[in-house]
Protein backbone atom coordinates (compact mmCIF):
# COMPACT_ATOMS: atom_id res chain seq x y z
CA UNK A 1 0.00 0.00 0.00
CA UNK A 2 2.76 2.12 -0.60
CA UNK A 3 0.88 4.11 -3.27
CA UNK A 4 -2.66 4.41 -2.52
CA UNK A 5 -3.51 4.01 -6.54
CA UNK A 6 -2.21 1.27 -7.24
CA UNK A 7 -4.76 -0.23 -4.71
CA UNK A 8 -7.41 2.37 -5.65
CA UNK A 9 -9.83 0.13 -7.24
CA UNK A 10 -9.14 -2.63 -4.13
CA UNK A 11 -10.28 0.50 -1.80
CA UNK A 12 -13.24 1.02 -4.14
CA UNK A 13 -14.21 -2.39 -4.36
CA UNK A 14 -14.19 -2.70 -0.55
CA UNK A 15 -15.91 0.88 -0.02
CA UNK A 16 -18.83 -0.48 -2.18
CA UNK A 17 -19.19 -3.79 -0.07
CA UNK A 18 -19.14 -1.93 2.90
CA UNK A 19 -22.31 0.63 1.50
CA UNK A 20 -24.09 -2.66 0.61
CA UNK A 21 -23.74 -3.90 4.42
CA UNK A 22 -24.85 -0.90 5.67
CA UNK A 23 -27.72 -0.29 3.23
CA UNK A 24 -28.42 -4.04 4.35
CA UNK A 25 -28.25 -2.84 8.16
CA UNK A 26 -30.18 -0.06 7.83
CA UNK A 27 -33.08 -1.75 5.75
CA UNK A 28 -33.63 -5.39 8.35
CA UNK A 29 -37.17 -4.65 10.01
CA UNK A 30 -35.47 -5.87 13.16
CA UNK A 31 -33.36 -2.61 13.12
CA UNK A 32 -35.92 -0.60 12.27
CA UNK A 33 -37.98 -1.83 14.93
CA UNK A 34 -36.02 -0.62 17.70
CA UNK A 35 -35.61 2.76 15.88
CA UNK A 36 -39.50 2.87 17.07
CA UNK A 37 -38.58 2.37 20.84
CA UNK A 38 -36.12 4.93 20.91
CA UNK A 39 -38.90 7.68 19.47
CA UNK A 40 -41.32 6.31 22.13
CA UNK A 41 -38.53 6.65 24.77
CA UNK A 42 -37.75 10.31 23.82
CA UNK A 43 -41.02 10.90 23.99
CA UNK A 44 -41.91 9.79 27.18
CA UNK A 45 -38.41 11.39 28.28
CA UNK A 46 -39.55 14.90 27.16
CA UNK A 47 -43.13 14.38 28.43
CA UNK A 48 -42.16 13.57 31.73
CA UNK A 49 -39.92 16.18 31.87
CA UNK A 50 -42.45 18.79 31.11
CA UNK A 51 -44.74 17.66 33.48
CA UNK A 52 -42.42 17.23 36.62
CA UNK A 53 -41.93 21.71 35.99
CA UNK A 54 -45.86 21.56 35.27
CA UNK A 55 -45.28 22.56 31.90
CA UNK A 56 -47.17 21.90 28.10
CA UNK A 57 -46.29 19.05 26.27
CA UNK A 58 -47.94 19.50 22.43
CA UNK A 59 -46.27 16.74 19.77
CA UNK A 60 -45.48 18.94 16.25
CA UNK A 61 -44.92 15.59 14.45
CA UNK A 62 -43.55 11.81 15.59
CA UNK A 63 -39.92 13.25 16.74
CA UNK A 64 -40.74 16.88 17.27
CA UNK A 65 -42.81 18.22 20.34
CA UNK A 66 -43.08 22.01 22.12
CA UNK A 67 -43.18 22.77 25.37
CA UNK A 68 -44.35 25.97 27.05
CA UNK A 69 -44.21 26.91 30.62
CA UNK A 70 -45.18 30.85 31.55
CA UNK A 71 -44.65 32.04 28.27
CA UNK A 72 -41.41 30.56 27.83
CA UNK A 73 -41.71 27.74 24.63
CA UNK A 74 -38.77 25.73 23.35
CA UNK A 75 -38.78 22.73 21.18
CA UNK A 76 -36.91 19.46 21.16
CA UNK A 77 -36.44 16.74 18.59
CA UNK A 78 -35.55 13.38 20.29
CA UNK A 79 -32.20 14.16 21.56
CA UNK A 80 -31.67 17.39 19.88
CA UNK A 81 -32.02 20.69 21.57
CA UNK A 82 -31.62 24.67 21.01
CA UNK A 83 -29.17 24.54 24.07
CA UNK A 84 -26.64 24.90 21.28
CA UNK A 85 -26.32 26.80 18.06
CA UNK A 86 -25.66 25.13 14.60
CA UNK A 87 -22.22 26.47 14.53
CA UNK A 88 -21.35 25.16 17.87
CA UNK A 89 -22.64 21.75 16.90
CA UNK A 90 -20.68 21.82 13.54
CA UNK A 91 -17.70 22.32 15.40
CA UNK A 92 -17.87 19.76 18.05
CA UNK A 93 -19.20 17.15 14.61
CA UNK A 94 -15.50 17.93 13.44
CA UNK A 95 -13.49 15.32 15.42
CA UNK A 96 -9.86 16.65 13.85
CA UNK A 97 -11.09 20.11 14.94
CA UNK A 98 -11.97 19.46 18.54
CA UNK A 99 -8.51 17.39 18.85
CA UNK A 100 -6.65 20.74 17.87
CA UNK A 101 -8.85 22.67 20.15
CA UNK A 102 -8.82 20.63 23.01
CA UNK A 103 -4.81 19.74 22.27
CA UNK A 104 -4.18 23.58 22.18
CA UNK A 105 -5.60 23.97 25.51
CA UNK A 106 -3.53 21.21 27.02
CA UNK A 107 -6.29 18.68 27.34
CA UNK A 108 -5.24 14.96 26.68
CA UNK A 109 -6.25 13.48 23.43
CA UNK A 110 -5.32 10.28 21.51
CA UNK A 111 -2.33 10.73 18.59
CA UNK A 112 -3.95 10.69 15.51
CA UNK A 113 -3.81 11.50 11.65
CA UNK A 114 -6.58 12.74 9.16
CA UNK A 115 -6.98 11.36 5.93
CA UNK A 116 -9.29 10.00 2.86
CA UNK A 117 -9.43 6.44 0.81
CA UNK A 118 -7.45 8.66 -1.71
CA UNK A 119 -4.47 9.54 0.72
CA UNK A 120 -4.76 6.27 2.66
CA UNK A 121 -0.90 6.15 3.14
CA UNK A 122 -1.05 8.77 5.46
CA UNK A 123 -2.91 6.41 7.35
CA UNK A 124 0.18 4.19 6.92
CA UNK A 125 2.36 5.86 7.36
CA UNK A 126 0.93 6.09 10.97
CA UNK A 127 -0.02 2.55 11.78
CA UNK A 128 4.01 1.31 10.66
CA UNK A 129 5.25 4.67 12.96
CA UNK A 130 3.18 4.04 16.08
CA UNK A 131 3.33 -0.01 15.74
CA UNK A 132 -0.19 -1.01 18.71
CA UNK A 133 -3.29 -1.00 17.87
CA UNK A 134 -5.04 1.99 16.25
CA UNK A 135 -8.87 3.02 15.56
CA UNK A 136 -10.18 4.19 12.29
CA UNK A 137 -13.12 6.15 12.55
CA UNK A 138 -15.05 9.28 10.57
CA UNK A 139 -13.81 12.32 11.17
CA UNK A 140 -16.62 14.11 11.06
CA UNK A 141 -20.69 14.29 11.09
CA UNK A 142 -21.58 10.76 12.61
CA UNK A 143 -22.02 9.50 16.07
CA UNK A 144 -23.41 5.84 18.03
CA UNK A 145 -20.27 4.51 16.83
CA UNK A 146 -21.16 4.36 13.36
CA UNK A 147 -18.46 3.18 10.74
CA UNK A 148 -15.59 2.99 13.83
CA UNK A 149 -13.18 0.10 13.93
CA UNK A 150 -10.74 -0.99 16.44
CA UNK A 151 -8.18 -3.33 16.71
CA UNK A 152 -5.74 -2.08 13.46
CA UNK A 153 -2.26 -3.25 13.05
CA UNK A 154 -1.88 -4.14 9.60
CA UNK A 155 -2.63 -2.74 6.02
CA UNK A 156 -5.54 -5.06 4.78
CA UNK A 157 -7.21 -4.05 8.22
CA UNK A 158 -6.48 -0.70 7.61
CA UNK A 159 -7.92 -0.75 4.17
CA UNK A 160 -10.88 -2.60 5.24
CA UNK A 161 -11.54 -0.40 8.13
CA UNK A 162 -10.87 2.83 5.97
CA UNK A 163 -13.51 1.56 3.36
CA UNK A 164 -16.19 0.98 6.35
CA UNK A 165 -15.51 4.53 7.95
CA UNK A 166 -15.93 5.84 4.76
CA UNK A 167 -19.71 4.89 4.40
CA UNK A 168 -20.19 7.42 6.63
CA UNK A 169 -17.56 10.53 5.61
CA UNK A 170 -15.22 11.27 3.15
CA UNK A 171 -12.45 12.54 5.81
CA UNK A 172 -11.38 10.24 8.26
CA UNK A 173 -9.18 9.14 11.29
CA UNK A 174 -7.03 7.27 12.48
CA UNK A 175 -5.39 7.35 15.77
CA UNK A 176 -3.89 5.35 19.24
CA UNK A 177 -6.54 2.84 20.45
CA UNK A 178 -5.88 3.55 23.82
CA UNK A 179 -6.05 1.01 26.77
CA UNK A 180 -8.34 1.61 29.67
CA UNK A 181 -11.86 1.69 30.50
CA UNK A 182 -15.06 3.89 28.29
CA UNK A 183 -16.69 6.87 30.09
CA UNK A 184 -19.23 9.14 29.53
CA UNK A 185 -19.90 12.47 31.71
CA UNK A 186 -22.84 15.07 31.11
CA UNK A 187 -22.11 19.02 31.09
CA UNK A 188 -24.57 21.34 31.66
CA UNK A 189 -23.28 24.89 31.17
CA UNK A 190 -19.90 24.04 32.51
CA UNK A 191 -21.68 21.86 35.58
CA UNK A 192 -20.89 18.13 35.70
CA UNK A 193 -24.37 16.47 35.61
CA UNK A 194 -24.14 12.75 35.53
CA UNK A 195 -20.65 10.69 34.90
CA UNK A 196 -21.12 6.73 34.00
CA UNK A 197 -18.51 3.96 33.41
CA UNK A 198 -19.25 1.72 30.24
CA UNK A 199 -18.46 -1.78 30.28
CA UNK A 200 -17.98 -3.51 26.47
CA UNK A 201 -20.76 -5.28 24.73
CA UNK A 202 -20.78 -8.75 25.66
CA UNK A 203 -22.50 -12.17 25.62
CA UNK A 204 -22.02 -15.10 28.15
CA UNK A 205 -21.14 -18.88 26.81
CA UNK A 206 -23.84 -21.60 27.88
CA UNK A 207 -21.40 -24.07 26.33
CA UNK A 208 -23.12 -25.29 23.11
CA UNK A 209 -24.31 -22.26 20.90
CA UNK A 210 -22.18 -20.28 18.91
CA UNK A 211 -21.09 -16.60 19.04
CA UNK A 212 -23.96 -15.23 16.31
CA UNK A 213 -26.65 -17.79 18.13
CA UNK A 214 -25.77 -15.72 21.39
CA UNK A 215 -25.84 -12.41 19.56
CA UNK A 216 -28.61 -13.04 17.85
CA UNK A 217 -30.63 -14.21 20.95
CA UNK A 218 -29.51 -11.39 22.91
CA UNK A 219 -31.07 -9.13 20.17
CA UNK A 220 -33.85 -11.31 20.53
CA UNK A 221 -33.81 -10.11 24.30
CA UNK A 222 -33.54 -6.21 23.41
CA UNK A 223 -36.62 -6.30 20.56
CA UNK A 224 -39.32 -8.16 23.40
CA UNK A 225 -37.77 -5.28 26.28
CA UNK A 226 -39.00 -3.13 23.50
CA UNK A 227 -36.11 -0.62 24.45
CA UNK A 228 -35.82 -0.76 28.09
CA UNK A 229 -32.63 -3.55 27.68
CA UNK A 230 -30.94 -1.32 24.67
CA UNK A 231 -31.62 1.31 22.45
CA UNK A 232 -30.02 -0.43 19.26
CA UNK A 233 -29.32 -4.00 18.17
CA UNK A 234 -25.67 -5.44 17.98
CA UNK A 235 -23.96 -5.65 14.70
CA UNK A 236 -21.58 -8.37 13.13
CA UNK A 237 -19.89 -5.31 11.46
CA UNK A 238 -16.22 -5.08 11.43
CA UNK A 239 -15.40 -3.98 14.62
CA UNK A 240 -16.87 -7.04 15.98
CA UNK A 241 -14.83 -9.48 14.00
CA UNK A 242 -11.59 -7.14 15.13
CA UNK A 243 -12.51 -7.42 18.95
CA UNK A 244 -13.56 -11.37 18.61
CA UNK A 245 -10.45 -12.16 15.90
CA UNK A 246 -7.98 -10.19 19.16
CA UNK A 247 -9.12 -12.86 22.08
CA UNK A 248 -8.33 -15.58 19.27
CA UNK A 249 -12.39 -16.03 18.50
CA UNK A 250 -14.69 -15.80 15.69
CA UNK A 251 -18.78 -15.76 15.17
CA UNK A 252 -18.81 -19.31 14.76
CA UNK A 253 -16.33 -20.15 18.35
CA UNK A 254 -18.42 -21.41 20.86
CA UNK A 255 -18.26 -20.12 24.62
CA UNK A 256 -17.93 -22.33 27.21
CA UNK A 257 -20.21 -22.57 29.53
CA UNK A 258 -20.61 -19.01 31.86
CA UNK A 259 -17.43 -17.55 30.23
CA UNK A 260 -18.18 -13.89 29.51
CA UNK A 261 -17.19 -12.81 25.40
CA UNK A 262 -16.00 -8.93 24.76
CA UNK A 263 -18.20 -8.79 21.53
CA UNK A 264 -16.74 -5.13 20.50
CA UNK A 265 -14.34 -2.78 21.43
CA UNK A 266 -16.46 0.48 20.54
CA UNK A 267 -18.81 0.76 22.84
CA UNK A 268 -22.18 2.03 21.76
CA UNK A 269 -24.10 -0.83 21.25
CA UNK A 270 -23.78 -1.99 25.13
CA UNK A 271 -26.54 -2.22 27.17
CA UNK A 272 -28.34 -0.40 30.08
CA UNK A 273 -26.96 -3.12 32.82
CA UNK A 274 -23.47 -2.42 31.33
CA UNK A 275 -23.14 1.41 32.65
CA UNK A 276 -22.79 2.36 36.27
CA UNK A 277 -23.01 5.47 38.27
CA UNK A 278 -18.82 7.15 38.86
CA UNK A 279 -20.48 10.87 38.98
CA UNK A 280 -19.25 11.44 43.04
CA UNK A 281 -15.96 9.08 42.25
CA UNK A 282 -14.70 10.77 39.66
CA UNK A 283 -11.28 12.53 40.73
CA UNK A 284 -11.73 16.45 40.74
CA UNK A 285 -9.10 17.08 37.85
CA UNK A 286 -10.95 14.27 35.84
CA UNK A 287 -14.21 16.96 36.30
CA UNK A 288 -12.63 19.95 35.65
CA UNK A 289 -10.64 18.78 32.31
CA UNK A 290 -14.54 18.11 31.29
CA UNK A 291 -15.28 21.45 31.74
CA UNK A 292 -12.59 23.20 30.37
CA UNK A 293 -13.11 21.39 26.75
CA UNK A 294 -16.87 22.00 26.97
CA UNK A 295 -15.79 25.93 27.57
CA UNK A 296 -12.68 25.47 25.24
CA UNK A 297 -15.46 24.77 22.42
CA UNK A 298 -17.83 27.05 22.97
CA UNK A 299 -20.51 24.56 24.12
CA UNK A 300 -23.33 24.41 26.53
CA UNK A 301 -24.36 21.08 26.74
CA UNK A 302 -22.13 18.06 25.93
CA UNK A 303 -21.51 14.24 26.33
CA UNK A 304 -17.74 14.12 27.09
CA UNK A 305 -16.10 10.73 26.18
CA UNK A 306 -12.37 9.61 27.91
CA UNK A 307 -10.91 6.87 28.68
CA UNK A 308 -8.68 6.03 31.81
CA UNK A 309 -7.75 3.42 33.54
CA UNK A 310 -8.22 4.88 36.95
CA UNK A 311 -11.19 7.74 37.15
CA UNK A 312 -9.77 8.10 40.63
CA UNK A 313 -6.66 8.95 39.73
CA UNK A 314 -6.03 13.10 37.55
CA UNK A 315 -5.88 11.59 33.55
CA UNK A 316 -1.99 12.98 33.48
CA UNK A 317 -1.32 10.27 35.77
CA UNK A 318 -2.91 7.03 33.59
CA UNK A 319 -2.22 8.86 30.76
CA UNK A 320 -5.59 9.19 29.71
CA UNK A 321 -7.52 10.94 27.17
CA UNK A 322 -10.72 12.67 25.93
CA UNK A 323 -11.74 10.68 22.82
CA UNK A 324 -14.95 12.82 21.38
CA UNK A 325 -17.33 15.69 22.72
CA UNK A 326 -21.09 15.11 21.48
CA UNK A 327 -22.70 18.18 20.74
CA UNK A 328 -26.29 16.44 21.16
CA UNK A 329 -25.60 13.53 23.57
CA UNK A 330 -27.64 10.49 23.63
CA UNK A 331 -29.47 10.89 26.95
CA UNK A 332 -30.62 6.93 27.28
CA UNK A 333 -27.96 5.33 29.52
CA UNK A 334 -28.25 7.92 31.64
CA UNK A 335 -32.19 6.75 32.01
CA UNK A 336 -31.07 2.96 31.79
CA UNK A 337 -28.13 2.20 34.42
CA UNK A 338 -27.33 -0.86 36.33
CA UNK A 339 -27.42 1.62 39.36
CA UNK A 340 -30.81 3.63 38.51
CA UNK A 341 -31.74 6.24 36.25
CA UNK A 342 -30.78 10.05 35.98
CA UNK A 343 -33.85 12.78 34.81
CA UNK A 344 -30.95 14.27 32.44
CA UNK A 345 -34.07 15.87 30.67
CA UNK A 346 -35.20 17.47 33.73
CA UNK A 347 -32.13 19.72 34.15
CA UNK A 348 -31.99 20.60 30.67
CA UNK A 349 -35.08 21.48 30.16
CA UNK A 350 -35.44 23.55 33.42
CA UNK A 351 -32.17 25.79 31.47
CA UNK A 352 -33.96 25.88 28.08
CA UNK A 353 -37.64 27.44 30.15
CA UNK A 354 -34.94 30.00 32.20
CA UNK A 355 -37.29 28.80 35.33
CA UNK A 356 -33.95 29.00 37.71
CA UNK A 357 -30.20 29.79 36.89
CA UNK A 358 -29.44 26.69 38.52
CA UNK A 359 -31.25 23.69 37.21
CA UNK A 360 -29.85 21.50 40.08
CA UNK A 361 -31.59 23.63 42.79
CA UNK A 362 -34.34 22.01 44.78
CA UNK A 363 -33.69 18.14 43.57
CA UNK A 364 -31.67 16.59 46.24
CA UNK A 365 -29.03 16.19 43.58
CA UNK A 366 -25.63 16.66 44.51
CA UNK A 367 -24.26 18.81 42.02
CA UNK A 368 -20.26 18.35 40.79
CA UNK A 369 -18.91 21.80 40.43
CA UNK A 370 -15.80 21.97 37.64
CA UNK A 371 -13.27 24.16 38.59
Given at each position: M??P????????AL????L?R??L??R?????K???F??????????????????????????I??I??????T?????V???D???T??????K?????????????????V????????????FL????R??V????????????VT?G?R???Q??????A????AD??L??????????????????????????F?????????N???????Q???????A??????????????RRT?????????S?????????????I?????S????????????????????A????A??V?????T?N?T????E?????????G??????H????DG???A????????L????N??R??GT???VA?
Open positions: NSLVYRPALLHGAAAALRFNPRRRTGAVERFHNHMWRSAAEALGATFTPLTDHAETLNGVSRVNENTTIDPVLAVLHDPLVHRILAAQNLPVAPHEFSLARIDAALQRRHDNCVKPANGTGGGRGTITSDLARAAAAAVYSLIEDQIAGDNYRLLYLDGQLLDAFARRPSVTGDGHSISQLVRRNDRRIAGGNVAPVLLSADLDMLAGAGLSRRIPKSGQVVQLKTVNENSGDNSTVTRALHPDIVAAGAKAAALGRFGLDLISHLPLATRGVIVEVNTPNLYYYHKRSFPALFLLRRLHTETPLNTQLVT
